[in-house]
């Protein structure tokens, strides 16, 4: 009978326990010793679902903010004294960089390494322990953090290795995470990790190296390193299993391999009867074969258990963390009665559009350039003018409405209504501070991208299927299982044109671009990617249309994801960024006349500057707060002829950006990016933050501007 493992089960809790522990300990609601036997407790539950249902699984994978973070103080790169300090690396003043993890939308702290000597073990809270402890393996933790420049990464890294061998050497078994090995690596770098591997596995130590999210392309290596077990993603890593089987075998009998079989990024359950088929293959050639997810599992919600609402043809389709874990034990008892193969649901109208999309679809009527002129007899604005991202402080009043709604405790005219006390409140507020283009604030959605899911058809929200984002930061995906259209209504534009109703100056209409949606939704696998991709951009097009209709000048349509979804390996880039750009092009190709604004957050976008140059927008916003402004040097190389707002302030901190710190990123900027072409906003939508910090951080973002131009 195959063997079965599973790792990175969910730590956020049924009920988001996690979140909630975390951020009572914040707001001193609870002491440091209810933190910690809270997080035992859940870490307990977590080993607890494991048990029930796979062989083994690895101890540790619980942290109190993120395991990159972990990772660096561990090795001594980082020190904090108490709980407190540890916080402040996570969300201080001086809070680590973030970015996103992967082609995920988990995002890490960035450690960075360049001013600290490294003091291993220092810190005895951040020892590893139990039976088989997680880590994340020194060259995925290397390469993923800063300040170490290429001369000396292999120096640093056989450094790291002899760190790692002391503190496994603890131990009879340990899992090491290292995802980073299925990036586009040289010769050198598998010489480094040869080497590395080498130090490490030094000593009677078990070691499993685990790969994911694509595949790996020096196969013949991975298996000479000197480690007990592989893991190798068979879903995401496209070539893996074609590369594997057809290898020289007597290299691998003495291996075991984790077949990573259960997808941990999707929610399609899995087809126990092509798993058992191949993990014979497998058993031929390996020494062990155990079975496992392809992807830690902390990418699904928890369970399906109470998502009543799901018809009962899609329910029976799908499975979350929880389920995966019982299908690695449908796949050990070979029980192939749960699956069945998945078509999604058609609609002919759609359908007939996209058989009928031409290239003119994909390009506007009039060229950048006449566009500029167009708008700005329209809108008229100043120079340097100033905006948000989108949403103001979703308060406690604000989410209580939508609750109070969605539970029927209030009927539709009382929520409205409240909601336009909200967006008039945020109006005048924006007004009073100065602001120049103005937005409604988003009290009327949860979620940038729940939001859409719940008014087209096509798609279905979760009730309790949160899953995080970052630290305690949760969100709630939704399953893209068929066809997609907008329902028959606008499904944003009434708020908008309330809002301008209530201002002359101009309000943003405010959608969620395509990719975005499915980057953070689970997407069906039935029709090819850029297929629903289209779909998606369709129903934005007639959205904006409607916005059009309604009076509204300006629309911005946010991308935060269109980095995540970039594949890891650079030779997969074309066939992605051909239907991402497309959709992108085809959701905004409306009249000339209306102003597209871009946003775009949370990610390294040097290198992609030149494909975010051919999505067809006016304006675009981009962060570089946390990251120092580095991206203002990638736009230094492109001709980039549009307008461009540099996130000013961060805005996952609680910490209120002054004036001189604002103006400091300006004159920065402005030295590489002309006047005319320049606008000021925060890094990010302001959902998370209080209305104190927030009026006070866009004052000083307005005072700031006012010393830039001398006023
Ligand atoms: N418009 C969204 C907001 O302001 C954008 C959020 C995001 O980019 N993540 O919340
Ligand atoms: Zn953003």
Known sequence: MVKTYAYGFPRIGKNREYKKVIESFWKNKIDENDLVSELQHLEGEMENTYSKNV????????????????????????????????????????????????????????????????????????????????????????KLSKGVSKELFGLYLTNLAYIYKEIISEFDTVHIDEPAFVMDLDYLDITLIKNCYDIICDNDTKVNVFTYYEDVDWLDNLVKLPVDGIGLDFVNGRNNLKNIISMDRDSLSDKTIFAGFVDGTNVWRTDVKYVNTYTYHLSNIFGEVVVTNAGPLYHLPVTLKGESHFSHFLFKHLSFATEKLQELNDIKNDDTSKYSKYVGEWNNLVVERLDNLKDDDFVKSLNVTERRKLQDSILNLPELP??????????????????????????SNTYTKVVNEFIADA???????????????????????????????????TTNGWIISYGTRCYRPSI??????????????????????????PVKGMLTGAVTIMAWDYVRKDIPVEKVAYQIALA????????????????????????????????????????????????????????IHCHMCYSEFNEIVNEINQLDFDVVSIECSRSGGEIIE???????????????????SPAIPSKDDMVAILKRALKVIPRKQFWINPDCGLKTRGWDETKKSMKNMVEARKEILGE
Request: hydrophobic share 30%; net charge negative; with cysteine.
């Open 480 to 505: 893209i299982h068929g066809d997609v259209t907008r329902s028959e209504k606008p499904m944003t534009v009434k708020e908008i044109e309330y809002a301008q109703t209530l201002t002359d100056k």
């Open 634 to 652: 990638a736009f230094e190389n492109i001709d980039f002829k549009r307008q461009i707002g540099l996130g000013v302030w961060d805005i996952h």
């Open 55 to 142: 062989d083994s699984h690895p101890s540790n994978e619980m942290t109190m903010y993120d395991k990159m973070l972990d990772t660096a103080i561990m090795l001594g790169f980082y020190d904090p004294q108490t709980t407190e300090e540890y916080y402040e690396l996570c969300r201080g003043k001086n809070a680590l960089e973030m970015t996103k993890w992967f082609n995920t939308n988990y995002h890490y702290l960035v450690p960075d390494l360049s001013t600290i000597e490294t003091n291993p073990y220092k810190n005895p809270k951040f020892k590893i322990t139990g039976e088989n402890p997680h880590l994340i393996g020194p060259f995925t933790f290397l």
């Open 386 to 411: 100033t905006t948000t991202i989108g949403s103001f402080p979703q308060t406690k009043e604000v989410r209580v409405n939508r609750l109070h709604h969605t539970k029927g405790k209030i009927d």
């Open 540 to 595: 934005l097009q007639d959205e904006i249309r409607d916005y059009e209709k309604a009076g509204i000048k300006m629309v911005q349509v946010d991308e935060p994801a269109f980095r995540e979804l970039v594949p890891i390996k650079k030779r997969y880039y074309g066939e992605y960024f051909d239907w991402a750009i497309k959709s992108y092009n085809l959701s905004v190709n409306t009249s000339p006349r209306t102003q």
């Open 427 to 461: 109006i005048d507020i924006q007004e009073d501070i100065g602001m120049d283009v103005l937005v409604h604030g988003e009290p009327e959605r949860s979620d940038m991208v729940e939001h859409f899911c719940q008014r087209m058809h096509g798609m279905a929200s």
